[in-house]
C-alpha cells in the first residue's frame, strides 16, 4: 500500500472513533472530509457524505426531513444558510433538533478557505445539568461526586463502544474482501478441523467436481466429499493435521477430471488447509508431451539399426535373388522363397517402425461427431464378413469437437479389424459406443464378441510388437492407437467383458473455439488452376468464403480489402516474386492477418525455411484438417 493511501485510511480511522460529528466544507461550499458520526447523526444519504456533495443540498435535504422543526419557505431557508456559509464566522450554538435530542454545534474556519464544523450530542449532559439545578440544594457533595464519576464512566464506555464497533466494521470489510478475492480464484480453498469438519470453504468445490456441494461449511470430511473419495484422501489429509505438509493428485471417478491438492497443516489450531486445484488441461498437455519424447527416443533408438539393418536385407534379397537364378532343387528353391518372404516381411515391419517412432504431429479441426460416425460405418463395414455383425451408437454432443479426423478414423478401423479377427468364423458382434463423461472427456467403447483378451494380451498388448496373430500380426497396431491417445492427452485401456474384449478409448472433450469455428474470407493465392479449385474446396466445405488470385500483383491488391481475414499463398509464384515476398508485404501493411504458405518445396530449401520463419507452411499435399489447423493458429506477430 502507497504510503498516502495509509495515512488516508489511517485518518479516515480516526475520526470515525471521536464521539462527535465532523464535516469540513471547502470555499466553493463543498463536502472535503466528514466522519460515519456525521452521517448517522443526521441520518444523511450516501450521496450527502460523499467528498464533493454540496452544502446547499445537504441543508435542504435536511430541512426537508424535519431537521429543523417546521420550516414555512424551505428554499428561502437553504439561501440564508449559504450567505451565512459564505460570509462564515467562528460560532457556537446549541439547540434541539426535531427528535428532542440537543446537540451543540461549534465551527471554525480554515486558514486556506472552508470551514470545519464539530457536532456533539450534549442530552445526557443536558438533562443532568437540569436534574441537578433542580435538586441541587437536596444532593450532598458525596452525591455529586458520584454523578461525575458515573458521567465520566459514560463517556468512558461510549468511547469504548465507538471503538469496537469500527473494529467491528473494519473486520466486516476485511472479510468480505477476503471472501470475494478467495471466490475469485479458479481454486477450491478449504480449512478443516482435527474432527474432520470444514470450518471455511470458499464455495468452489462444486465447479471442480461437479455433484458436489458448492457450500459445506459444517459438513463432515466424508459428506462433503463422499466416502470413496474421502478415503482416498483421508491419509494425506492426516499427514497434514500431523504437522507435515504434502500434496496429491488425483483423478475424480464421477467426472474423470484430475485434481491436485496441496494439504498444509494449520499451526494455529492443529486443522489443516486445502488448496484443490483443476490440472486436466495440465495432464492432458503433459501426456502428450511425454509420448512425444518416447517417440523421439524410439526414433534415436531406431534410426541408425533400421539403417544398418535396411542395408543387410537389400544384400539378402540380393543373393536370394541370385540363388533362385541358380539350379535348385525342389527344397532349396522352397527355402530360398521363404527367406526372401521373410526378408521383404522384415522391409515392411521396417516401415512401420518409422512410422510409429518418426515424427508425427496431430492436426485438430472441427468435427461434427454425428457425420463422422455415419461416414465410418460405411468404411468399417466394407471388411467385415457377412457374419459379423456391427453396431454403433453416440450420444455426444452436437456441438463441433476438436479432433484429428483421419488419426481417429484409422485408430477405430484398427480396433474393428482386431475385434473382427478375434471373433474369426464364428457368427458374432462388434459394438461401437461414443459417449461424454461429464465435460471433461468423451468416450470410444469398442466391444466383440470374441474370447476376450487373454491374461497377457491384457498386460502388454499396447506394447509395440506384442501379437497373438503369429506371423499374421506386426504387433504395432494397438500401440499405434495407444499412440494417438497420448499425443491427444488420453488414453487406452483394455478389459474384458462377460461376452468377450473391450476396448475404451478416451479423449480429451475439446470444442471448438468461437474464433476457430467463424467463417472466414480468405484470400487463395496459387496459380495453378486445378490446385487452386482443389483447395477452394477445402475451404467451401469448412464454411469459409474464398476469392483467388494467381499472382503477385493481383493479390496484394486483394489483400487491401477490408473484409479479408487470412491469405494462403503458394510459395511459388509466376515471375521474380514469391509467396514469401507477398506475406512480407501484406504483413507491413495488414498485421492482423492470419497469413500461411503451401508448397512442394522440400523442408531444406531456402525459400521454404524463409518462409517457416514468421508463418505456418503447408507441405502439399494436405488434407482438410491440416488446413484448418493452419488458418485457426493465432496471428503471427
Not at 439561501?79 to 428532542?100: I, W
Not at 450534549?122 to 441537578?132: A, C, V
Not at 486436466?280 to 526414433?299: D, F, G, S, V, W
Amino acid at each position: 500500500m502507497a504510503r498516502s493511501d495509509a495515512t488516508a485510511q489511517m485518518t479516515r480511522a480516526g475520526l470515525n472513533l471521536i464521539q462527535q460529528a465532523l464535516s469540513i466544507f471547502d470555499s466553493n461550499l463543498r463536502l472535503a472530509v466528514c466522519n460515519r458520526p456525521y452521517q448517522t447523526m443526521f441520518g444523511l444519504p450516501q450521496h450527502l457524505v460523499t467528498p464533493g456533495a454540496p452544502f446547499d443540498e445537504t441543508i435542504r435535504y435536511l430541512a426537508t426531513t424535519g431537521e429543523y422543526g417546521a420550516v414555512e419557505d424551505i428554499d428561502a431557508f437553504v439561501q440564508v444558510r449559504v450567505d451565512q456559509a459564505r460570509d462564515f464566522v467562528p460560532h457556537y450554538m446549541e439547540r434541539t433538533r426535531s427528535n428532542g435530542r440537543t446537540i451543540s454545534v461549534e465551527g471554525s474556519p480554515l486558514p486556506g478557505g472552508g470551514w470545519v464544523t464539530v457536532y456533539t450530542d450534549i442530552t445526557s449532559i443536558k438533562n443532568q445539568e437540569g436534574l441537578l439545578r433542580a435538586r441541587s440544594e437536596e444532593l450532598s457533595d458525596q452525591l455529586l461526586t458520584h454523578a461525575e464519576e458515573l458521567a465520566r464512566t459514560n463517556r468512558q464506555l461510549e468511547a469504548t463502544i465507538a471503538q469496537l464497533e469500527e473494529a467491528k466494521r473494519g473486520l466486516a470489510e476485511a472479510e468480505a474482501r477476503t471472501r470475494l478475492t478467495t471466490e475469485m480464484m479458479p481454486a477450491h480453498i478449504a480449512h478443516i478441523s482435527r474432527d474432520e469438519v470444514y470450518l471455511y470453504t470458499n464455495r468452489r468445490l462444486s465447479t471442480l467436481l461437479p455433484g458436489r456441494r458448492a457450500d459445506i461449511t459444517g459438513l463432515h470430511f466424508d459428506d462433503a466429499l463422499g466416502p470413496a473419495l474421502a478415503r482416498r484422501l483421508r491419509p494425506f489429509l492426516h499427514k497434514a493435521l500431523d504437522g507435515s505438509a504434502c500434496v496429491y493428485e488425483f483423478t475424480d471417478a464421477d467426472s474423470g477430471r484430475r485434481i491436485r491438492t496441496a494439504f498444509t497443516p494449520d499451526t494455529t489450531d492443529g486443522g489443516a488447509y486445502l488448496l484443490s486445484t483443476d490440472v486436466t488441461e495440465e495432464t492432458q498437455t503433459r501426456e502428450a508431451l511425454a509420448q512425444t519424447h518416447k517417440r523421439e527416443l524410439a526414433a534415436q533408438l531406431t534410426s541408425g539399426l533400421a539403417h544398418d539393418f535396411s542395408n543387410l536385407l537389400t544384400i539378402i534379397l540380393g543373393l536370394q535373388s541370385r540363388l533362385e537364378k541358380t539350379p535348385l532343387s525342389d527344397a532349396a528353391r522352397e527355402m530360398t522363397a521363404a527367406t526372401t518372404a521373410a526378408a521383404r516381411r522384415g522391409g515392411t515391419l521396417l516401415d512401420r517402425i518409422a512410422h510409429i517412432s518418426g515424427p508425427r504431429e496431430l492436426a485438430p479441426a472441427p468435427v461434427e461427431m454425428r457425420r463422422f460416425f455415419e461416414n465410418f460405418a460405411a468404411l468399417a463395414r466394407a471388411p467385415l464378413p457377412d457374419h459379423i455383425d456391427l453396431s454403433i451408437t453416440q450420444s455426444l454432443p452436437e456441438e463441433l469437437l476438436m479432433l484429428d479426423e483421419g488419426s481417429l478414423q484409422d485408430s477405430l478401423l484398427n480396433l474393428v479389424l482386431n475385434a473382427r479377427d478375434a471373433i474369426g468364423a464364428e457368427r458374432g458382434t462388434i459394438t461401437l459406443r461414443a459417449h461424454k463423461v461429464r465435460d471433461t472427456w468423451f468416450e470410444i467403447v469398442v466391444e466383440d464378441s470374441g474370447p476376450g483378451f487373454s491374461r497377457e494380451a491384457l498386460a502388454g498388448a499396447l506394447d509395440p510388437f506384442f501379437t497373438t496373430k503369429g506371423q499374421a500380426g506386426s504387433g504395432l497396431g494397438l500401440s499405434m492407437v495407444f499412440d494417438m491417445a497420448k499425443l491427444s492427452g488420453g488414453n487406452v485401456t483394455l478389459a474384458n467383458h462377460q461376452g468377450g474384449a473391450r476396448v475404451t478409448l478416451r479423449l480429451p472433450l475439446r470444442p471448438v473455439p468461437a474464433d476457430a469455428a467463424q467463417p472466414k474470407l480468405v484470400l487463395l493465392v496459387e496459380d495453378m488452376p486445378a490446385l487452386r479449385v482443389s483447395v477452394r474446396e477445402m475451404l467451401t466445405d469448412q464454411g469459409h468464403q474464398v476469392i483467388e488470385a494467381d499472382n503477385f500483383t493481383e493479390a496484394l491488391t486483394l489483400s487491401d480489402l477490408p473484409a479479408i481475414d487470412a491469405v494462403l499463398s503458394d510459395i511459388k509464384l509466376p515471375g521474380h516474386t514469391t509467396g514469401v515476398d507477398l506475406l512480407e508485404r501484406i504483413a507491413d501493411q495488414r498485421p492482423d492477418l492470419r497469413l500461411a504458405l503451401m508448397t512442394s518445396l522440400p523442408e531444406t530449401h531456402p525459400l521454404r525455411a524463409r518462409g517457416a520463419a514468421r508463418w505456418p507452411v503447408l507441405s502439399k499435399p494436405f488434407n482438410a484438417g491440416q488446413l484448418h489447423a493452419v488458418l485457426s493458429q493465432e496471428v503471427a506477430p
